[in-house]
């Protein structure tokens, strides 16, 4: 059975920093693209950050460039998203995502408009306040 499980959220002052965990089973991660999406109250799901398993390319959106970084555990079979200098706006429901295309790039795949990718897990929720 294919699952990705997502753990790491919580309530975090502005400034502070978070690590999200992906746990993937029933598949093996490392042939597979890898993204982080997230949604707000209200918002489209936007697409946070994605690594290509075509060619190892790395995509972030614009909003989190320089605080967030993804990352993989192919031995593990684990996935990350490091998020540091979290800011109010980045409040959501964060979901981790798997696709075994090695098709496009990583910006594409990190578009909801463009292309869905075939295993989401259920969400962890990040809350940034004081």
């Known amino acids: 059975q294919v699952q990705l499980v997502e753990s790491g959220g919580g309530l975090v002052q502005p400034g502070g920093s978070l690590r999200l965990s992906c746990a993937a089973s029933g598949f093996t991660l490392d042939y597979y693209a890898i993204g982080w999406f997230r949604q707000a109250p209200g918002k489209e799901r936007e697409g946070v950050s994605c690594i290509s398993s075509s060619d190892d390319t790395t995509y972030y959106a614009d909003s989190v460039k320089g605080r967030f970084t993804i990352s993989r555990d192919n031995a593990k079979n684990m996935a990350y998203l490091q998020l540091n200098s979290l800011k109010p706006e980045d409040t959501a429901v964060y979901y981790c995502?798997?696709?075994?295309?090695?098709?496009?790039?990583?910006?594409?795949?990190?578009?909801?408009?463009?292309?869905?990718?075939?295993?989401w897990g259920k969400g962890t929720l990040v809350t940034v306040s004081s």
């Open positions: 995502a798997a696709d075994p295309s090695t098709d496009y790039y990583s910006d594409y795949l990190c578009s909801p408009r463009n292309y869905d990718m075939e295993y």
